[in-house]
């Protein structure tokens, strides 16, 4: 069984940075092409950043620049560092593979960016 848990959210002000990390068991991120979505109220949820199993990354120009994938093998974690937040950056944010299967969604993070 697939468990993919976020954590690392916050209230945070403008111009602040936040670390999430996506903890992964019944899944190997090392040899899965993960990502990171966000959904904003009212909105869809996106595709904001991935990783393949190779280590290339990929952002949404939103947040080229400012965020940064990466993954730790050992602990079979996979992180998002946001930097230079920004309030339209408020949104529940979500691991899962990429692209995504629909039973591996969790319960995000929340972050909320104050301006």
């Known amino acids: 069984q697939v468990q993919l848990v976020e954590s690392g959210g916050g209230l945070v002000q403008a111009g602040g940075s936040l670390r999430l990390s996506c903890a992964a068991s019944g899944i190997i991120v090392s040899i899965n092409p993960m990502g990171w979505y966000r959904q904003a109220p009212g909105k869809q949820r996106e595709l904001v950043a991935d990783?393949?199993?190779?280590?290339?990354?990929n952002y949404v120009d939103s947040v080229k620049g400012r965020f940064t994938i990466s993954r730790d093998n050992a602990k079979n974690t996979v992180y998002l560092q946001m930097n230079s937040l920004k309030p339209e950056d408020t949104a529940v944010y979500y691991c899962n593979r990429n692209p995504p299967v629909w039973v591996y969604w969790g319960q995000g993070t929340q972050v909320a960016v104050s301006s």
């Open positions: 990783i393949s199993s190779a280590g290339s990354t």
